[in-house]
């Protein structure tokens, strides 16, 4: 069980060029979400998707785009890369949406670190 | 609207001391989680301690505890015995549990903690 992986852990992007994130989940887990963080700062939430086929914008969309294609995978893409888009973006995922521990402990990726210079 | 609030940006302890960390939120939901995370500076996201709206009883994690006054909307972790490897940064977060709120997350802007020998 690898839970939450991320790829890459880090990246150095042009001013303007494109790239996407990847993220894999193998718990089955219906919810995942995409943060960022900056530096000193807390999550955001970017996007997140309740189940395949399904997403929805969160607190800053504005600049990526998303899909969720399989339940396993949640791909983040980020279009004309800008400055203010250097940040950590952790991907994560829920099981579900019950009153219990088990269904709602967020499981976090390792993160990728992305420079946009 | 939900949201956390954390409002001790630094906090120091002496080693082998206990520390109160304070998170406040706002729901107006009757369902919902607490969570909180602890961030070092390697930068994952490790999950600590869970306390759900409708638990009777603090939640308890070893070394960790959380102080639930549901009246007063306060979720306050308690870290008894304090070790040099708590100095990270520590989340509150929290999840509400109903069919319209989008299933997010949400976070506070965190607290650091430096456990001093």
């Known amino acids: 069980n690898a839970g939450v992986t991320q790829t890459p852990k880090f990246r150095i992007l042009k001013i303007g060029q494109s790239m996407t994130l990847q993220c894999t989940q193998d718990?089955?887990?219906?919810?995942m979400y995409w943060y960022r963080q900056d530096p000193g700062m807390g999550l955001k939430l970017i996007y997140y998707s309740v189940g395949a086929g399904i997403t929805d914008k969160g607190e800053v969309p504005n600049g990526y785009n998303v899909s969720r294609s399989t339940t396993e995978d949640f791909p983040l893409r980020l279009e004309l890369a800008a400055p203010s888009q250097t940040s950590v973006y952790f991907c994560?995922?829920?099981?579900?949406?019950?009153?219990?521990?088990?269904?709602?402990?967020?499981?976090f990726g390792p993160g990728t670190r992305l420079t946009v210079l | 609207a939900q949201k956390i609030t954390q409002t001790q940006p630094g906090m120091f302890v002496q080693e082998k001391e206990a520390v109160t960390l304070d998170c406040t939120y706002d729901?107006?939901?009757?369902?919902?989680?607490l969570f909180w995370y602890k961030q070092p500076s390697s930068g994952e996201m490790i999950f600590l301690i869970y306390?759900?709206?409708?638990?009777?009883q603090n939640a308890t994690e070893g070394r960790y505890s959380l102080n639930f006054q549901k009246a007063r909307k306060s979720a306050n972790l308690v870290i008894s015995a304090s070790q040099l490897g708590d100095s990270a940064m520590y989340f509150c977060a929290m999840r509400v549990i109903a069919s319209n709120t989008g299933n997010q997350f949400y976070f506070g802007t965190g607290t650091s903690l430096t456990v001093i020998p």
């Open positions: 306390q759900g709206s409708y638990d009777q």
């Open positions: 729901t107006s939901d009757p369902s919902y989680g």
């Open positions: 718990m089955n887990h219906n919810y």
């Open positions: 994560a995922s829920t099981l579900g949406q019950v009153r219990s521990l088990s269904y709602n402990e967020q499981f």
